[in-house]
């Protein structure tokens, strides 16, 4: 804790501006920074009860996925707003657009071959004009009628948070899986939380693989919602 407060320096009335002690450009946004940001602003900004849920999840899924709803996860627009002296907004994986919440978790390239891979699982189309929002929240429309809506909404927010959790690899470690390896993550992650959670028979493996989104193999009673 010494060592990140040591790193990110506080002035001005209520912190309003944030400047990185630690490095001459201020450009450099090391993890430990990044983590004191979480800890020290983004944290601040919200309520310890504040989440949305969906009960084939754990919370923690539930609670990142909130927070990038409502705009508090350490991306460089984000920081910038919050009066954090950076020389560049720039994502640091494509470096070619600013990087806000939306780009990191959907519309990066990085994310976006995610997103194909997810969608090509549920058999679902590409939805070019979909912004994450919709996604998140009205995502029950892409699926047919007859699946389970609320475990296509855990897959959603899963991939949220698998996406926002191989961005910190990449960005921190340059250590990110490949495209087709965070899919299979994703798959196997959403598999045992909805299974495990499961009041009823799920799906085997093999039929969450070939085929998620059938009703035949879903078979769990939960609450509406
Ligand atoms: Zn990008």
Redesign the pocket.
């Known amino acids: 804790m010494t060592d990140t407060i040591k790193t990110v320096s506080f002035s001005g009335s209520g912190a309003s501006k944030w400047k990185f002690s630690g490095d001459k450009s201020g450009s450099f946004v090391t993890k430990s920074m990044a983590k004191a940001i979480d800890d020290k602003l983004l944290s601040r900004e919200s309520t310890p009860s504040a989440t949305i849920k969906n009960n084939l999840v754990p919370l923690k899924v539930g609670i990142f996925v909130w927070r990038t709803l409502t705009k508090r996860i350490v991306v460089k627009e984000e920081l910038d707003r919050r009066g954090i002296d950076l020389d560049t907004l720039l994502?640091p994986?494509?470096n070619?657009?600013v990087?806000s919440v939306d780009?990191a978790i959907y519309s990066?390239?990085?994310a976006q071959g995610i997103w194909v891979g997810i969608l090509k699982w549920w058999n679902l189309p590409p939805s070019p004009s979909i912004t994450l929002e919709e996604l998140i929240k009205y995502s029950r429309s892409l699926v047919p009628v007859s699946c389970k809506k609320k475990v296509w909404q855990a897959v959603v927010w899963v991939t949220c948070y698998l996406i926002w959790k191989n961005r910190n690899l990449k960005v921190f470690k340059n250590d990110a899986w490949a495209t087709s390896r965070i899919v299979t993550e994703i798959q196997v992650k959403s598999f045992e939380w909805i299974k495990n959670r499961s009041r009823k028979s799920f799906a085997s493996w093999h039929q969450w693989l070939i085929s998620p989104s059938s009703s035949n193999i879903i078979d769990v009673n939960f609450d509406p919602g």
């Open positions: 994502c994986i494509c070619d657009v990087e780009h990066c390239k990085f």
